[in-house]
């Protein structure tokens, strides 16, 4: 009774006016229905006013095709499903099959299945039943048809002494040629042997009616008995697989019986009895049945050797609907071991065939010309998806970088047709469930959130959500995914937005675990909330710049990866992502301390006049700064790269990039005016004008520091101290140490000495470099002696940002005496520092991106021309 309202509403689109207003006023159950007189009710026959919702209805025609169009048919098989009638009125369902399947046989008889003289050689016409007067025989067929969809419903599997099962071997099983002699035969006993024998040889009957009443019916099959139908139809399996040459008419009867058997196999599919049922699997490798593979074989076989054939139309059809909803009847842990992999690939390239303008990006295996029409296409499209989703890639060469694949799906998710975009968005979805350890799929996919258009991107982004959202997804560069997910908080369509902040609070969470969030106010927080729980929730439209700075300043740590990240990004994004890229960079900025030993350090008492309120954060707290060598080197490469090519498109943006990083530390100033002076001496053609503008934003941010230090570099006119050269590797260029002799020097000058002096250049002029060599030597030998030792290992002879000490470290070892001479000036290792120093910046894995300067650069076999400082700082 509690399931009657539940059913009956699925009736409703069947039912006349009238009927459907008594639904409305009436309590509905078993009884309602049994008191209905209503020949809609009673006959399973339509007028025309109750089949406008049908498509298939006709107004003077019994419709026994599928029982779709009658309701008391719909309603009686509703109420007998899988969890309803079937497993919780065990009982019931005992009682009834003995006496539906007496009914059965004793209605036999009167639906007189013997075909009518009319077109009788035409085995393949449409299923559609003429125009003409309803007869008696008509109201027969359809409670018929009832009976046998029930007793198919109901049967118990076959007692195991029954000698057509003893044999584990499927063929052993009878030929449907001794089945057809008994078919009429009443038969005293109730057992499900008889009724197979009864219906399966209609499949052959050349009356419509009856052949699509017995298909609807054996549909219905419960999965108990579905194995003892299996080992009915292996005959007609084999038959129907079977490429034989043959005459025209053994051909055409061949043709009906494929088209009935996949028929047949594709409502079975579609009822979910292949998922539900025990004998589908094999019971060692719980791959599918052989009989099923076999039939699954030999059928793309068939379609495959005539492919133009028009009578194939509705196999073809009919085929890839049983296909996919057969691997959708199965939960997606086992879809792995359902086909083999050269299976999947054969049908997989026999559906793209079929899929006209979808399989657009294959390659070889478009066909934008396929027949059938729009609707073969887009079934073929879903088996496509559904077989490629069917575990692990069958071919995983195919979602390696630059893979065969992605193009195809990139057309996919850029269709305007809502259909195949909701299709093409799942199917990106079970990729990455399916394929967790092909990280290039991953990588793909986050690439087009910034690459794709806006209708791509948000499939990609939505193809995250989902996955990271379940489970914990493998994920080697789980920056990526935070950039990602950051970036689309930023995004002015709400869904997408929403979906990133979610997503936020999930990362969070599972890579950072629970972090006692910032205090807001100075008030204290709740110290078992994670990191961005407070953020997201206090709340709801959180800026995207101020989920940058509180993850800037919760976890310093991920600034190189961020920033590395970011600028790798940058280079291959949309216009408007490039934008937002830039502007959430900003708060990473404000971690970034620029380390360049050759750069004499600030006064301590800089940190606070010169960066007054910029060193301290949103919790009051005064931060510090972190720094490298090697970091200097990746951000002043990468943001001089993106001022040279992006500059134009985005000069506002950059030059906030530029001003930010200049006004967060004291030193960062010099340290960025050095790099502007070491690449302008170093190919001043190409890299002077952009070298310029850099110079311009600076000015604008701190015009008195910056007027300070120029004009400090317009009094020295000594060189750099150093040979420029330029190498292959970053940060393209190499300072090596001008050992020259002097014309000043004293020739009984100690050599220590003479050095000091010979590298000090000739000044004109009351001041001196600021960058010592003496003392620059001194320091980083000091940091040698600490163990510090270049990030990238000593095998590549080069310094960061040309620290002079590293590479004579390398290139000529400095006696210990001579070193031990020079230590006492710098402060020792126990001294306590008035300066404050910056925490090593850890950097991404695998080294970070650093972005192709080399297309601005000349040749490295052409010489550096050298320039005076002084000459340099005028060109600026």
């Known amino acids: 009774e509690r399931w009657c309202p539940s059913v009956l509403e699925n009736c409703t689109p069947l039912l006349p006016a009238a009927e459907k207003t008594a639904m409305q006023s009436a309590t509905l159950d078993m009884q309602w229905i049994a008191d209905r007189t209503s020949s809609v009710w009673t006959a399973g026959i339509q007028d025309e006013s109750s089949s406008k919702n049908n498509a298939g209805g006709s107004s003077s025609s019994v419709c026994v095709t599928s029982g779709s169009s009658d309701p008391w048919a719909m309603f009686l098989f509703g109420l007998i499903e899988r969890g309803r009638v079937l497993s919780k009125?065990?009982?019931?369902?005992?009682?009834?099959?003995?006496?539906?399947?007496?009914?059965?046989?004793?209605?036999?008889?009167?639906?007189?299945?013997?075909?009518?003289?009319?077109?009788?050689?035409?085995?393949?016409?449409?299923?559609?039943?003429?125009?003409?007067?309803?007869?008696?025989?008509?109201?027969?067929?359809?409670?018929?048809?009832?009976?046998?969809?029930?007793?198919?419903?109901?049967?118990?599997?076959?007692?195991?002494?029954?000698?057509?099962?003893?044999?584990?071997?499927?063929?052993?099983?009878s030929s449907p040629d001794s089945l057809t002699t008994e078919r009429n035969e009443k038969g005293t006993s109730v057992s499900p042997p008889g009724l197979y024998k009864l219906l399966i040889p209609l499949l052959r009957c050349e009356v419509h009616d009856v052949r699509d009443s017995v298909v609807y019916a054996l549909a219905k099959v419960n999965c108990e008995a579905l194995k003892d139908l299996m080992e009915?139809?292996?005959g007609y399996i084999r038959e129907a697989v079977d490429r034989k040459q043959e005459n025209m008419r053994r051909r055409r009867r061949r043709d009906a019986l494929r088209l009935q058997?996949?028929?047949?196999?594709?409502?079975?599919?579609?009822?979910?009895?292949?998922?539900?049922?025990?004998?589908?699997?094999?019971?060692?490798?719980?791959?599918?049945?052989?009989t099923i593979v076999e039939y699954i074989d030999g059928a793309r076989l068939c379609l495959e050797m005539e492919p133009d054939k028009d009578a194939l139309a509705d196999i073809k059809l009919h085929f890839c609907n049983f296909i996919r909803h057969m691997l959708k009847s199965f939960p997606l842990e086992m879809h792995h071991r359902l086909l083999k992999r050269d299976l999947r690939r054969s049908l997989f390239s026999l559906f793209a065939s079929w899929a006209g303008p979808h399989s657009k990006g294959l390659g070889n295996l478009e066909s934008l010309s396929a027949p059938g029409g729009q609707d073969i296409q887009f079934v073929a499209l879903q088996s496509m998806t559904a077989i490629l989703c069917c575990g692990p890639c069958f071919d995983p060469h195919s979602l390696s970088e630059d893979g065969a694949l992605y193009p195809w799906i990139d057309h996919l998710l850029a269709s305007d047709d809502p259909k195949v975009y909701s299709l093409a968005?799942?199917?990106?979805?079970?990729?990455?469930?399916?394929?967790?350890?092909?990280?290039?799929?991953?990588?793909?996919?986050?690439?087009?959130?910034?690459?794709?258009?806006?209708?791509?991107?948000?499939?990609?982004?939505?193809?995250?959500?989902?996955?990271?959202?379940?489970?914990?997804?493998?994920?080697?560069?789980?920056?990526?995914?935070?950039?990602?997910?950051?970036?689309?908080?930023?995004?002015?369509?709400?869904?997408?937005?929403e979906q990133a902040l979610q997503l936020l609070q999930i990362l969070d969470k599972r890579f950072f675990g629970a972090v006692g969030p910032l205090p807001a106010d100075g008030?204290?927080?709740?110290?078992?909330?994670?990191?961005?729980?407070?953020?997201?929730?206090?709340?709801?439209?959180?800026?995207?710049?101020?989920?940058?700075?509180?993850?800037?300043?919760?976890?310093?740590?991920?600034?190189?990866?961020?920033?590395?990240?970011?600028?790798?990004?940058?280079?291959?994004?949309?216009?408007?992502?490039?934008?937002?890229?830039?502007?959430?960079?900003?708060?990473?900025?404000?971690?970034?301390?620029?380390?360049?030993?050759?750069?004499?350090?600030?006064?301590?008492?800089?940190?606070?006049?010169?960066?007054?309120?910029?060193?301290?954060?949103?919790?009051?707290?005064?931060?510090?700064?972190?720094?490298?060598?090697?970091?200097?080197?990746?951000?002043?490469?990468?943001?001089?790269?993106?001022?040279?090519?992006?500059?134009?498109?985005?000069?506002?943006?950059?030059?906030?990039?530029?001003?930010?990083?200049?006004?967060?530390?004291?030193?960062?100033?010099?340290?960025?005016?050095?790099?502007?002076?070491?690449?302008?001496?170093?190919?001043?053609?190409?890299?002077?004008?952009?070298?310029?503008?850099?110079?311009?934003?600076?000015?604008?941010?701190?015009?008195?520091?910056?007027?300070?230090?120029?004009?400090?570099?317009?009094?020295?006119?000594?060189?750099?101290?150093?040979?420029?050269?330029?190498?292959?590797?970053?940060?393209?260029?190499?300072?090596?140490?001008?050992?020259?002799?002097?014309?000043?020097?004293?020739?009984?000058?100690?050599?220590?000495?003479?050095?000091s002096t010979t590298e000090r250049g000739t000044i004109h002029t009351k001041r001196h470099s600021g960058e010592d060599p003496a003392k620059g030597t001194c320091?980083?030998?000091?940091?040698?002696?600490?163990?510090?030792?270049?990030?990238?290992?000593?095998?590549?002879?080069?310094?960061?940002?040309?620290?002079?000490?590293?590479?004579?470290?390398?290139m000529t070892p400095i006696a210990d005496n001579e070193c031990f001479q020079v230590v006492p000036t710098v402060p020792e290792e126990n001294t306590r520092f008035d300066v404050p120093q910056p925490h090593p910046l850890p950097m991404p894995e695998y080294g970070g991106y650093f972005a192709p300067l080399t297309e601005y650069l000349p040749d490295s076999s052409q010489p550096s021309t050298g320039f005076h400082r002084c000459n340099v700082a005028v060109m600026l």
């Open 232 to 234: 009915e139809l292996v």
């Open 261 to 290: 058997l996949v028929r047949t196999f594709e409502l079975i599919a579609q009822y979910g009895t292949f998922g539900n049922s025990t004998c589908v699997l094999d019971r060692d490798s719980q791959s599918l049945h052989p």
């Open 523 to 755: 008030e204290p927080g709740d110290k078992n909330r994670s990191t961005l729980d407070v953020l997201l929730s206090s709340t709801y439209c959180r800026s995207q710049m101020h989920l940058s700075r509180q993850l800037a300043e919760l976890h310093p740590e991920l600034t190189m990866p961020m920033f590395s990240e970011i600028t790798h990004r940058f280079q291959t994004a949309r216009p408007e992502v490039r934008q937002l890229l830039l502007g959430y960079l900003l708060p990473w900025l404000y971690n970034m301390e620029l380390v360049d030993p050759n750069v004499p350090p600030a006064n301590p008492l800089n940190y606070f006049q010169y960066c007054g309120d910029s060193t301290r954060s949103a919790t009051g707290m005064r931060r510090e700064g972190w720094g490298s060598v090697e970091a200097t080197e990746m951000v002043l490469n990468n943001l001089f790269y993106i001022t040279a090519k992006f500059a134009d498109q985005h000069a506002k943006e950059i030059e906030e990039v530029w001003a930010t990083l200049s006004h967060c530390w004291p030193n960062n100033l010099k340290v960025i005016i050095r790099y502007l002076l070491i690449i302008s001496g170093m190919a001043p053609n190409e890299l002077l004008q952009y070298a310029k503008r850099v110079v311009v934003y600076l000015a604008r941010a701190k015009t008195d520091r910056l007027l300070d230090e120029m004009m400090t570099e317009l009094h020295t006119v000594e060189t750099l101290n150093w040979l420029i050269e330029r190498t292959e590797t970053p940060p393209f260029y190499r300072l090596t140490s001008m050992r020259k002799a002097s014309s000043h020097s004293d020739p009984g000058q100690p050599e220590t000495s003479r050095e």
């Open 89 to 173: 009125c065990s009982s019931a369902v005992t009682h009834s099959w003995p006496i539906v399947y007496t009914r059965l046989h004793m209605l036999y008889s009167v639906i007189d299945p013997t075909p009518v003289s009319d077109n009788r050689a035409s085995l393949l016409r449409s299923s559609a039943p003429p125009r003409r007067p309803v007869t008696e025989r008509d109201m027969y067929l359809v409670v018929w048809r009832n009976y046998a969809c029930l007793a198919m419903r109901v049967v118990p599997p076959a007692p195991s002494p029954v000698v057509r099962c003893a044999s584990p071997d499927l063929s052993l099983s």
């Open 779 to 810: 320091k980083s030998d000091t940091l040698i002696t600490y163990g510090f030792t270049p990030p990238r290992g000593p095998d590549k002879i080069r310094t960061a940002s040309g620290p002079p000490g590293l590479l004579e470290e390398v």
């Open 425 to 497: 968005c799942d199917t990106v979805i079970l990729l990455l469930e399916c394929n967790p350890d092909i990280g290039s799929l991953l990588d793909w996919v986050v690439d087009r959130c910034y690459t794709a258009k806006a209708q791509v991107a948000d499939g990609c982004f939505n193809a995250l959500t989902t996955i990271f959202s379940v489970r914990e997804y493998p994920c080697d560069h789980y920056t990526a995914v935070i950039n990602v997910t950051l970036m689309n908080t930023g995004c002015p369509r709400t869904e997408i937005q």
